[in-house]
C-alpha cells in the first residue's frame, strides 16, 4: 500500500545488512564473489534470461536503471560485464533469439567498451536451439502457433535446408555479426556453436548450416537417467548407489556420440570442443511415484565424487578446453537437483558437496585470467 505519487514509496533497495553502507560500491555479496573465484570462466545464460527471452530491440533490454533485474528481459549486461571484470573471469553470453543485426552490434560494443581488455569471451547465440521445448528452437523454425504469437517471423529460415542446418544458419549469422564488430580486437571473441550431445548428426548440419564460420563446437557433459530409468525404480528399495551406477551406464552407452564431436570438430576448421553445459542430470521426469529421496541421497553420495571424477577425465583425455557446469548453487526438486552446492553461503566438502569438490579437484591447470588453449587439459567453469 502506499500514497499516491508524487508521495508513494520507490526507489527500494534490498541488501544485506552487512552491505547496509557499502553497498553501491560493492555491487556482489562477498560470499558470490568467494565462490565464484574457484572458477575460469563465468556462462550467463540464466542471468540473461535467454530461454524464451521476448527482447527485440535495444531500447528493451535491461539497464541498471531498470525497475528490476527480474523480469523476462533479464539482468544488465553493465552487471554481467561488472562481475566479470571484478573476478577477472571470462564471460560466456548468449545472444538473445529475435533481435536483429543492429541490436547484435550495438551488445558487442558495450561489451568491447566495457570489458577488461585482459579478458576474451565466449559468444554464443541464444540457447539449445536444437532442443525443441523451447520457444526459440520453434522460432527459429518457422513452427507457427509453438512460440508466442507476438514474436515476429524469423528472416532467416530456409525451408530447403533441414532443421539443424537451419539452427546453424541462425547461430552462425549471430555470432559472426558479434565477432566482426569487435574489429581490430575480434581474435579476443571465441565464437560457440552450441549443438546436442548425443546426435552428432546435428553438429556436422549446423556447422554446415553456419558455412563453418565458427570457433569452438559446444555440446554437453552431462549425465542421468532417462525417463524409463525414472519411472522404473522403486521407492521403498531404489538406493542412491542404484542411481549412480545407472548414470555411470547411460553415459558410457553414448561414448561413442560424444567423442565423435571431436572429429567433427577437427575435419570442419573448428578449434575444438568445448562444454556449454555440464553435470549430473537426475529429475523425476514427471514420474512423481520415482524414488525422489534416493535421486536426493545421490547428490552428497561419495560414489558421485568418482562419477564426476571418471567423466572429466574421461573429457579430458579427449581434448576438452573448457567445462561449463549447470549450476553453481540450488536445492533438490522433482526438476532436478542443479546445484553443486545449495547456496554460494555453505562452506564445500565431500560430506555436503561432493559434486562441487569434484570440481575443484578436477581442475588443470588452474584458472587463468587471460584464456590459452590447453588441448588435453580441461578447465572447470561455473553458470553465475
Known amino acids: 500500500s502506499s500514497a499516491p505519487a508524487p508521495n508513494h514509496a520507490r526507489n527500494f533497495r534490498l541488501v544485506p545488512i552487512s552491505q547496509e553502507l557499502t553497498y553501491e560500491q560493492d555491487l556482489f555479496r562477498p560470499n558470490f564473489l568467494t565462490r565464484v573465484d574457484d572458477f575460469a570462466a563465468l556462462r550467463f545464460m540464466d542471468w540473461n534470461h535467454t530461454n524464451g527471452n521476448p527482447v527485440q530491440t535495444w531500447s528493451e533490454r535491461s539497464t541498471p536503471s531498470s525497475y528490476t533485474q527480474a523480469d523476462s528481459a533479464g539482468v544488465a549486461y553493465e552487471y554481467a560485464i561488472a562481475l566479470a571484470n571484478r573476478s577477472s573471469k571470462t564471460p560466456w553470453i548468449n545472444i538473445p533469439a529475435l533481435p536483429d543485426s543492429m541490436y547484435i552490434v550495438q551488445m558487442a560494443q558495450l561489451w568491447h567498451d566495457s570489458l577488461d581488455p585482459g579478458l576474451d569471451l565466449y559468444i554464443e547465440y541464444s540457447n539449445e536451439v536444437w532442443n525443441f521445448q523451447f520457444a526459440q528452437t520453434q522460432w527459429i523454425q518457422g513452427n507457427t502457433g509453438n512460440y508466442p504469437s ?26 559472426n555479426i558479434f565477432r566482426d564488430a569487435w574489429g581490430a580486437d575480434s581474435s579476443r571473441v571465441k565464437r560457440v556453436l552450441g549443438t546436442q550431445a548425443v546426435n552428432p548428426w546435428v553438429s556436422t548440419n549446423v556447422i554446415e548450416g553456419a558455412q563453418r564460420q565458427y570457433d569452438y563446437l559446444s555440446p554437453t557433459w552431462y549425465f ?12 521403498t528399495t531404489t538406493t542412491p548407489e542404484e542411481v549412480i551406477d545407472s548414470c555411470r ?5 553414448n561414448l561413442d556420440n560424444h567423442k565423435a564431436h571431436y572429429l567433427i570438430s577437427d575435419t570442419t576448421g573448428g578449434d575444438g570442443v ?55 548453487a540450488g536445492g533438490n526438486s522433482v526438476f532436478g537437483s542443479w546445484g553443486h552446492i545449495p547456496s554460494v553461503d555453505s562452506l564445500p566438502s565431500m560430506a555436503y558437496s561432493p559434486k562441487y569438490m569434484a570440481l575443484l579437484d578436477k581442475m588443470s591447470p588452474a584458472p587463468t585470467v587471460v584464456w590459452s588453449s590447453f588441448r588435453n587439459q580441461t578447465r ?5
Open 249 to 253: 551406464a547411460g553415459f558410457y552407452r
Open 150 to 175: 507476438h514474436w515476429p517471423a524469423n528472416p532467416h529460415y530456409d525451408p530447403n535446408l533441414n532443421w539443424a542446418e537451419n539452427e546453424g544458419k541462425k547461430q552462425g549469422w549471430a555470432i
Open 274 to 328: 568445448i562444454y556449454y553445459e555440464g553435470g549430473q542430470h537426475i529429475s523425476a521426469y514427471g514420474n512423481w511415484n520415482t524414488p525422489l529421496q534416493a535421486f536426493y541421497d545421490a547428490q552428497i553420495h561419495p560414489n558421485m565424487y568418482q562419477l564426476y571424477d571418471d567423466v572429466l577425465d574421461s573429457i579430458r583425455s579427449w581434448g576438452a578446453e573448457l567445462a561449463m557446469c549447470f549450476v553453481m
Open 380 to 384: 572447470v567453469a561455473s553458470d553465475a
Open 224 to 235: 542421468g537417467i532417462s525417463p524409463n530409468q525414472a519411472n522404473a525404480f522403486d521407492t
